[in-house]
């Protein structure tokens, strides 16, 4: 019986844990489905035991799944660390990363404290403005890299996950479906925006966006006022608001990618930051999520 555990085996075992879904999966490793699919039966095989449970309809993770889960982040921080440290011993200069304040805020943090782990030496500036801006400033070599948030029909870049969309509002918000109903949400462009007045625009609900910031400590803030609704991605929804999906005459939200983004003229170094924002997005996002539930 086989004692290793490959690391492409748990790179992709790990992207069918994160997308519960092995085309997403395939997608975010650059495999076909197919390819995922066999490389997922070899994982179980050395383990000796099933790690997802598969149906026509869907795919969840087993008991085994999550055990392992838990050591293939350990193993792939550790391959990448070690792979980067010896590869780049005195990286040094400036990276400027760009990303949605949301994502900024939740899961930056993290993962800059890997960065700055795996580079002491180099100096890392944060932008944080809506995705149109990041794509622009990435083309006009302003940022080196960006994450991303776009429409899953209009994926770019190498997607990190996959995020439902809610409808959120304040504990105590009351509205009465008579009366317009009033939008907190980022600006214009911001594609959650975009999808938010499109599923309303199907509806025959009136509504009028009563204000609107790319600050998502703004939005907190306005919404706990209580008198008004808005849209944020699962793993950005602060303790402080609760999910209103289906209520007062809310339509369904499709979900959005999450994806990273390169400049076409990349600074040195740009390449082995960007591979170490892949291998930790999803772990720090599960981690920020862990924190603000125990917290």
């Known amino acids: 019986m086989r004692r290793d555990l490959e690391i492409d085996l748990l790179r992709s075992f790990l992207a069918v844990a994160a997308h519960l879904n092995f085309t997403r999966a395939a997608e975010s490793v650059s495999r076909t489905q197919s390819a995922v699919s066999l490389q997922i039966k070899r994982l179980e095989e050395i383990v000796g035991r099933p790690l997802f449970d598969r149906t026509r309809q869907s795919v969840s993770i087993t008991p085994t799944g999550e055990a392992l889960k838990v050591y293939a982040n350990r193993i792939l921080l550790a391959n990448d660390a070690a792979l980067s440290q010896i590869r780049h011993p005195e990286?040094?200069?400036?990276?400027?990363?760009?990303?949605?304040?949301?994502y900024a805020t939740l899961v930056l943090p993290k993962i800059l404290s890997v960065i700055e782990a795996e580079h002491p030496r180099l100096q890392i500036e944060v932008v944080c403005e809506n995705t149109p801006d990041l794509l622009r400033m990435l083309d006009s070599r302003?940022?080196?890299?960006?994450?991303?948030v776009h429409a899953p029909d209009?994926?770019?870049g190498q997607i990190l996950c996959y995020e439902p969309l809610h409808w959120?509002?304040?504990?105590g918000y009351i509205n009465d479906p008579d009366d317009d109903l009033s939008l907190i949400l980022w600006p214009p462009k911001c594609i959650s925006r975009?999808?938010?007045?499109?599923?309303?625009r199907q509806t025959d609900r009136k509504w009028r966006v009563a204000y609107s910031t790319r600050s998502i400590g703004l939005i907190e803030s306005a919404l706990l006022s209580g008198s008004a609704v808005g849209v944020?991605?699962?793993?950005?929804i602060p303790d402080s608001l609760r999910i209103v999906d289906g209520q007062v005459g809310l339509p369904p939200l499709t979900e959005v990618a999450i994806s990273l983004h390169r400049s076409n003229e990349e600074a040195p170094n740009a390449s082995h930051v960007s591979a170490t924002i892949h291998a930790v997005f999803g772990e720090s996002l599960r981690s920020?999520?862990?924190d603000r539930l125990t917290g």
């Open 91 to 102: 990286a040094e200069g400036r990276i400027r990363i760009g990303a949605p304040d949301d």
């Open 142 to 148: 302003d940022l080196d890299i960006a994450i991303a």
């Open 154 to 156: 209009a994926v770019s």
């Open 168 to 171: 959120v509002a304040s504990p």
């Open 194 to 200: 975009e999808i938010a007045l499109e599923s309303l």
């Open 232 to 236: 944020m991605e699962a793993s950005c």
């Open 288 to 290: 920020a999520m862990r």
